[in-house]
Protein backbone atom coordinates (compact mmCIF):
# COMPACT_ATOMS: atom_id res chain seq x y z
CA UNK A 1 0.00 0.00 0.00
CA UNK A 2 1.48 3.72 -1.08
CA UNK A 3 2.31 4.97 2.67
CA UNK A 4 0.30 8.47 2.13
CA UNK A 5 -2.66 5.97 2.11
CA UNK A 6 -2.35 4.45 5.17
CA UNK A 7 -4.03 4.94 8.31
CA UNK A 8 -1.22 6.71 11.26
CA UNK A 9 -1.66 3.29 13.15
CA UNK A 10 -0.56 1.59 10.10
CA UNK A 11 2.52 4.03 9.07
CA UNK A 12 3.42 4.15 12.67
CA UNK A 13 3.44 0.08 12.59
CA UNK A 14 5.31 -0.06 9.65
CA UNK A 15 8.03 2.29 10.67
CA UNK A 16 8.40 0.64 13.97
CA UNK A 17 8.35 -3.07 12.18
CA UNK A 18 12.02 -4.52 11.19
CA UNK A 19 11.08 -3.25 7.60
CA UNK A 20 13.97 -1.05 6.35
CA UNK A 21 11.68 1.64 4.93
CA UNK A 22 9.80 3.50 5.32
CA UNK A 23 12.76 4.73 7.62
CA UNK A 24 14.07 8.30 8.65
CA UNK A 25 13.70 9.84 5.52
CA UNK A 26 10.16 9.13 5.03
CA UNK A 27 8.81 10.36 8.63
CA UNK A 28 11.10 13.91 8.06
CA UNK A 29 8.57 14.18 5.16
CA UNK A 30 5.90 13.28 7.57
CA UNK A 31 6.58 16.00 10.39
CA UNK A 32 7.43 18.12 7.34
CA UNK A 33 3.99 17.83 5.79
CA UNK A 34 2.39 17.95 9.68
CA UNK A 35 4.33 21.31 9.75
CA UNK A 36 3.04 23.21 6.86
CA UNK A 37 -0.24 21.72 7.76
CA UNK A 38 -0.49 23.44 10.77
CA UNK A 39 0.37 26.56 9.23
CA UNK A 40 -2.21 26.10 6.61
CA UNK A 41 -4.71 25.92 9.72
CA UNK A 42 -4.04 28.51 10.98
CA UNK A 43 -4.35 30.47 7.87
CA UNK A 44 -8.05 29.07 7.26
CA UNK A 45 -8.86 30.14 10.74
CA UNK A 46 -7.51 33.93 9.45
CA UNK A 47 -9.56 34.11 6.26
CA UNK A 48 -12.50 35.74 6.16
CA UNK A 49 -12.71 36.60 9.51
CA UNK A 50 -13.73 39.97 10.33
CA UNK A 51 -11.30 40.81 13.23
CA UNK A 52 -7.99 39.53 10.98
CA UNK A 53 -9.59 41.69 8.08
CA UNK A 54 -6.38 43.16 7.57
CA UNK A 55 -4.71 40.30 7.42
CA UNK A 56 -7.29 38.34 5.08
CA UNK A 57 -5.18 38.93 1.53
CA UNK A 58 -1.82 37.61 3.46
CA UNK A 59 -3.97 34.88 4.99
CA UNK A 60 -5.11 33.77 1.53
CA UNK A 61 -1.50 33.71 -0.10
CA UNK A 62 -0.27 31.62 2.86
CA UNK A 63 -3.42 29.40 2.54
CA UNK A 64 -2.48 28.65 -1.18
CA UNK A 65 1.42 28.41 -0.60
CA UNK A 66 0.74 25.93 2.31
CA UNK A 67 -1.02 23.82 0.35
CA UNK A 68 0.78 23.12 -2.16
CA UNK A 69 4.10 22.83 -0.28
CA UNK A 70 0.92 20.45 1.97
CA UNK A 71 1.01 18.16 -1.28
CA UNK A 72 4.25 18.31 -2.16
CA UNK A 73 5.61 16.88 1.23
CA UNK A 74 3.48 14.03 1.59
CA UNK A 75 4.32 12.67 -1.88
CA UNK A 76 8.44 13.20 -0.69
CA UNK A 77 7.17 10.56 1.85
CA UNK A 78 6.97 7.79 -0.49
CA UNK A 79 9.88 9.21 -2.47
CA UNK A 80 12.04 8.76 -0.06
CA UNK A 81 10.76 5.21 0.46
CA UNK A 82 11.13 4.52 -2.93
CA UNK A 83 14.89 6.13 -3.50
CA UNK A 84 15.78 3.77 -0.63
CA UNK A 85 14.20 0.98 -2.64
CA UNK A 86 16.24 1.30 -5.53
CA UNK A 87 19.31 0.96 -3.33
CA UNK A 88 17.98 -2.09 -1.19
CA UNK A 89 18.01 -3.40 -5.23
CA UNK A 90 21.22 -3.34 -5.90
CA UNK A 91 21.91 -5.74 -3.94
CA UNK A 92 20.56 -8.40 -5.47
CA UNK A 93 21.96 -7.47 -8.79
CA UNK A 94 24.68 -10.60 -9.93
CA UNK A 95 28.15 -9.93 -9.22
CA UNK A 96 29.68 -12.89 -10.57
CA UNK A 97 31.37 -11.24 -13.86
CA UNK A 98 33.78 -8.24 -13.56
CA UNK A 99 30.59 -7.04 -16.04
CA UNK A 100 28.18 -7.53 -13.48
CA UNK A 101 30.37 -6.48 -10.86
CA UNK A 102 31.02 -3.22 -12.41
CA UNK A 103 27.41 -3.01 -13.47
CA UNK A 104 26.46 -3.24 -9.92
CA UNK A 105 28.89 -0.82 -8.86
CA UNK A 106 27.61 1.95 -11.41
CA UNK A 107 23.94 1.37 -10.86
CA UNK A 108 24.78 1.52 -6.66
CA UNK A 109 26.04 5.35 -7.09
CA UNK A 110 23.31 5.66 -9.37
CA UNK A 111 20.93 4.32 -6.35
CA UNK A 112 22.59 6.47 -3.80
CA UNK A 113 22.53 9.91 -5.52
CA UNK A 114 18.46 9.12 -5.89
CA UNK A 115 19.02 8.72 -2.51
CA UNK A 116 20.20 11.79 -1.62
CA UNK A 117 18.26 13.88 -4.04
CA UNK A 118 15.07 12.88 -2.38
CA UNK A 119 15.72 13.61 1.40
CA UNK A 120 17.51 16.83 -0.19
CA UNK A 121 14.41 17.81 -1.52
CA UNK A 122 12.54 17.78 1.46
CA UNK A 123 15.18 19.89 3.09
CA UNK A 124 14.03 22.85 0.45
CA UNK A 125 10.51 22.21 0.81
CA UNK A 126 10.85 22.33 4.89
CA UNK A 127 12.87 25.95 4.44
CA UNK A 128 10.29 27.41 1.88
CA UNK A 129 7.72 26.00 4.49
CA UNK A 130 9.44 27.63 7.33
CA UNK A 131 9.30 30.73 5.26
CA UNK A 132 5.39 30.47 4.74
CA UNK A 133 4.92 30.02 8.44
CA UNK A 134 7.25 33.05 9.38
CA UNK A 135 4.73 35.49 6.89
CA UNK A 136 2.12 35.00 9.47
CA UNK A 137 3.25 35.08 12.74
CA UNK A 138 1.65 37.77 14.69
CA UNK A 139 -0.76 38.21 11.50
CA UNK A 140 -3.13 35.75 12.25
CA UNK A 141 -6.50 34.34 14.46
CA UNK A 142 -4.72 34.54 17.73
CA UNK A 143 -6.09 31.57 18.92
CA UNK A 144 -3.75 29.36 16.66
CA UNK A 145 -1.18 31.45 18.02
CA UNK A 146 0.87 28.13 19.12
CA UNK A 147 0.02 26.07 16.36
CA UNK A 148 2.22 28.09 14.30
CA UNK A 149 5.08 27.27 17.19
CA UNK A 150 4.39 23.71 16.69
CA UNK A 151 4.71 23.89 13.02
CA UNK A 152 7.98 25.42 13.00
CA UNK A 153 9.26 23.03 15.49
CA UNK A 154 7.73 20.13 12.80
CA UNK A 155 9.44 21.65 9.78
CA UNK A 156 12.70 21.87 11.97
CA UNK A 157 12.60 18.68 12.70
CA UNK A 158 11.95 17.60 9.83
CA UNK A 159 15.02 19.50 7.87
CA UNK A 160 17.66 18.43 10.76
CA UNK A 161 15.88 14.76 9.88
CA UNK A 162 16.31 14.92 6.17
CA UNK A 163 20.13 16.65 6.45
CA UNK A 164 21.42 13.28 8.06
CA UNK A 165 19.95 11.04 5.56
CA UNK A 166 21.33 13.18 2.76
CA UNK A 167 24.69 12.66 4.58
CA UNK A 168 24.26 9.58 5.14
CA UNK A 169 23.81 8.69 1.50
CA UNK A 170 26.84 10.95 0.72
CA UNK A 171 28.97 8.86 2.77
CA UNK A 172 28.80 6.25 -0.10
CA UNK A 173 28.85 8.04 -3.55
CA UNK A 174 32.44 8.65 -5.17
CA UNK A 175 31.53 11.28 -7.29
CA UNK A 176 33.82 13.89 -5.48
CA UNK A 177 31.52 17.12 -7.27
CA UNK A 178 28.30 15.72 -6.51
CA UNK A 179 28.87 15.03 -2.81
CA UNK A 180 30.37 18.73 -2.68
CA UNK A 181 27.16 20.44 -4.26
CA UNK A 182 24.79 18.43 -2.10
CA UNK A 183 26.95 19.14 1.31
CA UNK A 184 27.02 22.69 0.50
CA UNK A 185 23.66 23.50 -0.41
CA UNK A 186 21.94 21.55 2.47
CA UNK A 187 25.02 23.15 4.93
CA UNK A 188 22.99 26.39 3.79
CA UNK A 189 19.39 24.89 4.14
CA UNK A 190 20.22 23.74 7.45
CA UNK A 191 21.65 26.70 8.46
CA UNK A 192 19.23 29.58 7.43
CA UNK A 193 15.95 26.95 8.75
CA UNK A 194 17.14 26.51 12.03
CA UNK A 195 17.52 29.79 12.52
CA UNK A 196 14.32 31.13 11.28
CA UNK A 197 12.25 28.41 12.95
CA UNK A 198 14.26 29.28 16.62
CA UNK A 199 13.06 32.59 15.32
CA UNK A 200 9.30 32.04 14.99
CA UNK A 201 9.39 29.72 17.69
CA UNK A 202 11.10 32.76 19.81
CA UNK A 203 8.46 35.59 18.42
CA UNK A 204 5.49 32.93 19.20
CA UNK A 205 6.57 32.61 23.01
CA UNK A 206 6.34 36.40 23.10
CA UNK A 207 2.90 36.50 21.66
CA UNK A 208 0.94 33.27 23.70
Known amino acids: MELTKMSVQEFIEVLGSDEPAPGGGSASGLAGSMGISLTKMVADLTVGKKKYQEYDELAKTVQLEAKELQTQLLEAISEDTEAFNQVS ?113 KNILKIV
Open 89 to 201: EVFSMPKDTNDEKEGRKKAMQEALKGATIAPYRIMELCLESLHVTAKIVGKSNVNATSDLGVAALNLKSALEGAWLNVLINLSGIKDEKFKKEYKNKGRAFLSEGCDLADDIY
